[in-house]
């Protein structure tokens, strides 16, 4: 089995060889968003029944225009006085192949072109490649004016000049994480080396006492040989958004769990997976740049670092909840059991696929908690997002 895309490892390589060991965050980095050969970042297929996994919707329409109700019932919420007319921002961070903004755009323009008339549509997005592919997808909603812009990253927006709902949809789970792993004498963490023509993997010292402080605050302790994955970048990214945030929702929806259950002794060898052509492995240091990788989300630490930039949790809810609580049940009226419209909606709120392993965590900021369809059935209690007091801030 190949090694990876050549010029990806040869760069690889020649810094391990020059600077030694790197984390297996900036390893992940660079086969993910490497901007020449990164598996992000160049052509091709990587979502759906050609790619090498699929997303929600990807699925069925249905999804992303459940999304749109949920949105627009946030937009009635965050509405003060005189705010009727007022821009409501929709940011979609990591669009993916633009599937999500095509539905949830077309069916406002379909069902309340009132609304679409006040929504501006911006999509973050670090691929040009993913970029050329959605605007192709979104290209009849650009032709009929719909203010939908692009940008690299959300760093050109000042502190709290955003009203609206910043949505993600698997994003965080391809953030680059740190991998550690507890010894008896305490926290090591795995660095990527290369021996042999092949990467290996190096236990040392953590880079920063950032990764030992994480687990205090979440007063957890993994159990002697057990591995696990730290994503410091999604921590970054919460802090970002919620500054950015003046009066609104965050809305993250990913496969993850509270910090509990991630870091359960049960996960004595973490999550981290590896996705290419619909097959599943634990193989990172093959097919290097040709295949995703991806570790599950840590839900507890999102609401923590939220709070810390006024973001409080509104809900913390699974998708099959989540669905059902917006009224997808109607939507399957008057089709064929048989029919593949039945089975893909049925596939969204499966209880052992899509239904329960994927979450969404809501976030408000400025405005009072609203009450919410999607979170009308609330299988988690918010305080399964606390962490235990005294808190280790790091």
């Not at 190949?2 to 060889?17: D, F, Q």
């Not at 759906?48 to 699929?54: E, N």
């Not at 379909?110 to 490649?129: Q, T, W």
């Not at 990788?293 to 699974?318: I, Q």
Request: net charge negative; hydrophobic share 40%.
């Amino acid at each position: 089995m190949s090694l990876g895309h050549p010029e990806l490892v040869s760069k690889l390589v020649a810094r391990i060889e020059r600077d030694g060991p790197i984390t297996f965050a900036d390893f992940m980095e660079t086969a993910l968003y490497d901007p020449d050969f990164g598996y992000y970042t160049t052509p091709g297929s990587r979502i759906g029944p050609d790619g090498d996994y699929y997303t929600s919707p990807d699925v069925n329409p249905i999804f992303a225009e459940m999304i749109g109700k949920q949105l627009a019932q946030v937009a009635e919420a965050i509405e003060g006085p005189g705010d009727a007319s007022e821009d409501f921002t929709i940011v979609e961070m990591g669009a993916g192949k633009g599937l999500l903004g095509r539905h949830l755009l077309n069916a406002y323009r379909r069902g309340n072109p009132a609304f679409l008339s006040r929504v501006r549509y911006l999509i973050a997005e670090r691929s040009a490649a993913m970029i050329a592919e959605q605007q192709c997808r979104l290209r009849s909603l650009l032709q009929d004016s719909v203010p939908i812009t692009w940008a690299s990253d959300l760093s050109h927006l000042p502190a709290e000049s955003l009203t609206g709902v910043i949505l993600s949809n698997e994003l965080v789970d391809a953030f680059p994480v740190h991998r550690v792993v507890m010894r008896p004498l305490g926290l090591r963490e795995i660095y990527v080396g290369w021996a042999q023509d092949r990467f290996i993997e190096i236990e040392a010292p953590p880079f920063s006492l950032t990764l030992e402080s994480y687990f205090k605050r979440l007063g957890i302790n993994l159990e002697d040989g057990q591995r696990a994955e730290v994503n410091l970048q999604a921590l970054e990214w919460m802090r970002q958004i919620g500054a950015i945030l003046r009066r609104g929702l965050v809305l993250t929806i990913d496969y993850g769990h509270t910090a509990a259950d991630l870091f359960a002794p049960t996960r004595k060898t973490g999550t981290l997976l590896c996705y290419h052509q619909h097959t599943v492995s634990d193989t990172p240091y093959l097919r290097v740049g040709q295949q995703d990788l991806t570790a599950h989300v840590d839900f507890t630490s999102l609401a923590l670092t939220g709070r810390e930039v006024g973001l409080e949790v509104t809900g913390f809810t699974n998708q099959l909840h989540f669905l059902m609580g917006l009224g997808i049940e109607s939507a399957f009226a008057g089709l064929d059991p048989e029919s593949p419209e039945f089975d893909g909606m049925r596939h969204l709120l499966r209880p052992e696929g899509m239904g329960t392993t994927y979450k969404i965590l809501v976030q408000h900021k400025g405005m009072p908690a609203p009450q919410l369809d999607g979170l009308k059935s609330r299988p988690y209690f918010t305080d399964a997002l606390s962490a235990p007091s005294p808190m280790v801030v790091p």
